[in-house]
């Protein structure tokens, strides 16, 4: 639950190799207003794949378990999730 977004339904994600990886992406079927935009898209906690790449680049996932956020070179911090990050 996101007192933003609102309720996620978590998916698991089955690789070609049969190897299931249990709740690793989510989405919010019915977000709450203001995040409509939201429906019908799911997210991946990259941490959780073998590999995840944009463009060709491999991604840094956000640091924590609890963020999903995939950090490329074009991205630029800092980052919620280091040590020292909570409550900004």
Same mark, same amino acid.
């Given at each position: 639950? *996101?007192? $933003? #977004? &609102?309720?996620? !339904?978590? $998916?698991?994600?089955?690789? =070609?190799?049969? #190897?299931? =990886?249990?709740?690793? =992406?989510?989405?919010?079927?019915?977000?709450? +207003?203001? $995040?409509? !935009?939201? #429906?019908?898209?799911?997210?991946?906690?990259? !941490?959780?794949?073998?590999? *995840?790449?944009?463009?060709?680049? +491999?991604?840094?996932? !956000?640091?924590? /378990?609890?963020?999903? &956020?995939?950090?490329? /070179?074009?991205?630029? &911090?800092?980052? #919620? &999730?280091?040590?020292? /990050?909570?409550?900004?």
């Amino acid at each position: 639950m *996101c007192e $933003f #977004k &609102g309720t996620a !339904q978590y $998916f698991d994600v089955v690789g =070609a190799d049969g #190897k299931v =990886a249990v709740g690793v =992406a989510w989405g919010y079927p019915n977000p709450h +207003r203001g $995040f409509e !935009q939201l #429906k019908d898209h799911v997210a991946v906690y990259p !941490q959780q794949m073998d590999e *995840c790449l944009v463009d060709g680049e +491999r991604v840094t996932p !956000q640091p924590g /378990s609890f963020y999903g &956020g995939w950090i490329t /070179s074009d991205v630029v &911090g800092p980052f #919620k &999730g280091t040590p020292g /990050s909570m409550y900004w």
